[in-house]
Nanobody
């Protein structure tokens, strides 16, 4: 069993930056893929970024490419999301997610929530214009 706890959310003005972190505890040796998803009010949850830490491979949603950077510190069992040039449309509840599975087609499925079997409680990010 793995527990995921997010931290670092908050409010920022448009154009600003924010870094959110996810700390994993428990049976972390079983983890393969980790990612960040988000859900805005009235919208479906969508994948933002994910990382295969052992392969140093990352995946990003088109709308966040060049603005968001996902990274993982394996020794600390944390995965961070550095967000820059934030816009009002980035306002959402952000969720850390983890998987114990290896994806057959990660290019297609790394940002799909069904690919993950563990979730954090979520943390709010609000961007004001």
């Amino acid at each position: 069993q793995v527990q995921l706890v997010e931290s670092g959310g908050g409010s920022v003005q448009a154009g600003g930056s924010l870094r959110i972190s996810c700390a994993a505890s428990g049976n972390t040796g079983s983890l393969t893929l980790m990612g960040w998803f988000r859900q805005a009010p009235g919208k479906e949850r969508e994948g933002g970024a994910s990382v295969y830490p052992r392969m140093d491979t990352t995946y990003y949603r088109e709308s966040v490419k060049g603005r968001f950077t996902i990274s993982r510190a394996n020794a600390k069992n944390t995965v961070d999301l550095q967000m820059t040039n934030l816009q009002s449309e980035d306002t959402a509840m952000y969720y850390c997610a983890a998987s114990t599975h290896w994806l057959v087609n990660p290019d297609k499925d790394a940002l799909v929530d069904a690919s993950y079997n563990m979730w954090g409680q979520g943390i709010q990010v609000t961007v004001s214009s």
